[in-house]
């Protein structure tokens, strides 16, 4: 990634650049993962001004996707949002999930989780907001156990991850017990112009691909009818794990140190592993579990 200072690229932003291909270094096609947090973090608080000047187009996509969730979402599931963003998407689909469903969220942007948790708060149904663990997180080093999570969600946030595709669908798929539901571009089902698009901006390929490759089977892929841009159309890929072998059964949620993987005690301010001598903090009560977040403690 180009090392720019941060108020340069705010100014870039507020001239309207595009954030991630300024970062990028000359010659690049994938956007660095600290590229993608910054063009995001930035733009917080945009989906929910959008939303809220187009209530009817955000209640109809809400409803399509929270419909084909209904389908895979059962009583007592764990429900992750990966990429939540400002949790737009998470507080309209929680009106169409079943009672007692447990949602976790996480995302690589702070400032786009302060804000969603606010917009939440209203939006988001009242019993599952109540429940809601929200994080800041990679899904590149996602820090929870290995098939603690019954159905895993993204919504357009793989999308950004070109080059990264078969490392993260892994992780998904480890951390997931029962199914993936992944609503993303399909770069092989574009128009010409929409292709040229998804590679100018590093958006990922090839799907189907790298689910395989990751150990996933895809039992449906089908295009959403709510489409908010022509050239970059959503679709929905069903992904269940090939190997289910054990993994139904019910497992506690606990949070593990994306580094030394040990398991992560919650101190109130702060997470902390002894095995691992790393703490993770917190602000406005969001754990912040990323690799870059470590601090070294070997004592409390
Ligand atoms: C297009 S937005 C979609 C946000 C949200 N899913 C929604 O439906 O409104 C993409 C989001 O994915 C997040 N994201 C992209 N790559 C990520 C990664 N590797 N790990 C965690 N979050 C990521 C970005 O920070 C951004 O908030």
């Known amino acids: 990634m180009k090392n720019l200072k941060l108020d340069a690229i705010r100014a870039a932003y507020e001239r309207g650049e595009n954030i991630t291909e300024l970062l990028r270094e000359e010659g690049a096609d994938s956007n660095s993962i600290e590229a993608i947090e910054i063009a995001y973090d930035l733009q917080s608080g945009t989906y929910i001004n959008g939303l809220l000047k187009d209530k009817r187009n955000f209640e109809e996509r ?40 447990k949602m976790l969220a996480f995302d690589l942007s702070i400032s786009r989780l302060n804000t969603g948790l606010r917009f939440a ?40 991850n070109y080059g990264r595709e078969l490392h993260i669908l892994k992780e998904l798929l480890r951390v997931s017990r029962k199914k993936l539901l992944l609503f993303e571009p399909s770069f092989e089902d574009n ?34 009818r709510c489409v908010s841009n022509r050239l970059n159309p959503t679709y929905c890929y069903v992904v269940e794990k090939e190997d289910r072998g054990l993994s139904f059964k019910l497992s506690e949620i606990c949070f593990r140190c994306p580094i030394s993987h040990a398991e992560l005690k919650d101190r109130g301010s702060y997470l902390w592993s002894r095995d691992g001598a790393l703490a993770y903090p917190k602000i406005n009560n969001i754990s912040l579990l990323r690799s870059k977040d470590a601090i070294l403690m070997f004592h409390e």
């Open 62 to 101: 809400a409803a399509e996707i929270g419909e084909i969730l209904a389908l895979h979402v059962s009583y007592l599931d764990t429900f992750l949002d990966c990429g939540a963003g400002e949790l737009t998407t998470l507080s309209g689909i929680s009106h169409y999930l079943p009672m007692n469903t």
């Open 121 to 160: 708060s209203r939006a988001m149904r009242y019993d599952l907001f109540g429940g809601l663990e929200a994080f800041s997180a990679s899904m590149d080093h996602i820090p929870l156990n290995d098939n603690s999570i019954d159905v895993i969600f993204t919504n357009h946030s793989l999308e950004p």
């Open 191 to 224: 128009s010409e112009e929409g292709q040229s698009r998804m590679k100018k901006l590093g958006y990922v390929r090839n799907l189907p691909k790298w689910i395989r490759e990751a150990g996933g089977v895809i039992v449906d892929k089908f295009p959403l």
